[in-house]
């Protein structure tokens, strides 16, 4: 591993002085790589946050339909009660006419043996409609605890990532008011750097403050292992106009992307598999092009901060 990194940063070196094609087609193959794998971890995010919506739904689902069944069990108890009652009440008519005529006796014989079997029929509907709702009650628990589990892992993701985003304010405190901004939002934690305190213009090359604030901002991702760093490069809308080794601002946010990536490299503790580099040129604007401000402020690096979904995914496929 060591040794491919030492060829990466050795030809990514010579490139500044000269590319071949083939070179860069190397290149450009990674950054596309590279892409496909920030492209398939946002889908894997959105695929959580899916499940998390559907398993929702389910419960609340299954809710109503407890509601419901509970609504049948009460109304057929009620019916149970008021046929129960009235039995009781031609029994006891049964019992006084007893003795007083055969005719009236045969009557509220019939009678009752009608009574008896709406009585059996009751008591086997309420019986099946007690099974319907203990299965429905289990139902409901098993997915009230399965919510629950997604509820408190993307809890402790969120509370991790708050305190990421502490960590990493504290790291950069010398930074404040050079066009640095630490934000969260959406799970996720975004460093965002103004080219003014990393690059001259045209250039690839980090300055003195600028290597100094990402090695700071490495030095919180050490200790955080389980993050995923996406780096992405962006410009305003002047087209590039360099010495004729990148060709856009597509090249030249993909170029400054990956030396922010060459920099948290020389930190061992920082996992090389979590980091991932991306120019987007001109085309994700934060801000007007058709002011100095607004083209400042487009002209920066993101650092974008996502926790590892692996926990979630277990959870998800276990159930």
């Given amino acids: 591993m060591i040794k491919k990194i030492s060829l990466l940063a050795l030809t990514l070196a010579l490139s500044v002085s000269c ?16 892409k496909s794998e920030n492209r398939r971890l946002s889908d894997e995010n959105n695929d959580l946050l899916s499940a998390k919506t559907k398993a929702q739904n389910e419960l609340n689902k299954l809710q109503s339909s407890y509601n419901e069944a509970v609504a049948n069990r009460d109304k057929l108890q009620s ?19 007893e003795q007083n005529s055969s005719k009236a006796i045969a009557a509220n014989s019939k009678k009752n043996r009608e009574l008896l079997a709406q009585l059996e029929a009751k008591e086997q509907a309420l019986s ?39 960590a990493i304010s504290r790291a950069l405190t010398d930074f404040e ?19 003014k305190l990393l690059f001259n213009s045209g250039s690839w090359a980090v300055g003195t403050e600028g290597r100094k604030a990402v090695k700071q901002l490495g030095s919180v991702l050490g200790v955080n292992p389980d993050i995923a760093v996406l780096i992405e490069g962006h410009t305003d809308n002047v087209p590039y106009k360099g010495n004729g080794i990148l060709t856009s601002n597509w090249d030249l946010s993909t170029k400054r992307a990956t030396s922010i990536v060459n920099i948290l490299r020389e930190n061992a503790d920082i996992t090389p598999e979590n980091l991932t580099a991306a120019g987007r040129g001109e085309f994700a604007p934060v801000s007007t092009n058709d002011s100095a401000e607004g083209k400042a402020k487009n002209r920066r690096i993101e650092v974008i901060l996502t926790p590892k979904l692996d926990e979630l995914s277990k959870l998800l496929n276990d159930n």
Avoid: C, F, H
């Avoid at 083939?22 to 596309?32: C, T």
């Avoid at 050079?178 to 750097?193: A, F, H, I, P």
């Fill in 79 to 97: 019916d149970y009660n008021a046929i129960k009652s009235n039995y009781d009440n031609l029994k006891a008519s049964y019992d006084a006419l």
């Fill in 177 to 195: 008011g050079k066009g640095l901004t630490v934000e969260q939002r959406d799970g996720k934690v975004y460093v965002s750097m103004e080219n």
């Fill in 128 to 166: 099946a409609e007690n099974a319907r709702l203990a299965k429905l009650k289990k139902e409901l628990e098993d997915r009230s605890n399965r919510v629950a589990e997604l509820e408190s892992v993307i809890a402790a993701k969120d509370a991790a990532m708050t305190k990421l985003k502490d």
């Fill in 19 to 34: 590319v071949s094609p083939k070179v860069y087609k190397d290149l450009q193959n990674k950054y596309d790589n590279l």
